[in-house]
């Protein structure tokens, strides 16, 4: 059974750090693309960062620069570090998961491109 399972959100002051952790539970192949979601109130849930196949990454623009998604592929344990965080960074973080390979090309893949979805951590940033 696949699970997605995310921690390490929180509240920290603007210009704060936080790294968030997702662990791919039954995601027998190392190579399935994941990715990290946000979703703010009122918001549509919106791609922040995508690690493909190859372990190459694209990021929103809103967050390139500040966030960095990396991989250990030992543990299928996906991480995203955000860096000077900003008040508008505030959102439910969402580890999903294509349960295939992938690769980079175009704009960053929507939510219904993928299959399998953690239960979401919180990140609030105060100003």
């Known amino acids: 059974q696949v699970r997605l399972v995310e921690s390490g959100g929180g509240s920290v002051q603007a210009g704060g750090s936080l790294r968030l952790s997702c662990a791919a539970v039954g995601y027998t192949d190392r190579t399935w693309c994941l990715s990290w979601f946000r979703q703010a109130p009122g918001r549509q849930r919106e791609p922040v960062a995508e690690?493909?196949?190859?372990?190459?990454?694209k990021y929103a623009k809103s967050v390139k620069g500040r966030f960095t998604v990396t991989k250990d592929n030992a543990n299928n344990i996906l991480y995203l570090q955000m860096n000077n965080l900003k008040p508008e960074d505030t959102a439910m973080y969402y580890c999903?998961?294509?349960?295939?390979?992938?690769?980079?090309?175009?704009?960053?893949?929507?939510?219904?491109?993928?299959?399998?979805w953690g239960q979401g951590t919180q990140v609030s940033v105060s100003p």
């Open positions: 690690y493909d196949t190859d372990g190459d990454a």
């Open positions: 999903a998961g294509m349960g295939r390979i992938c690769y980079l090309a175009g704009p960053m893949r929507l939510a219904d491109e993928y299959a399998d």
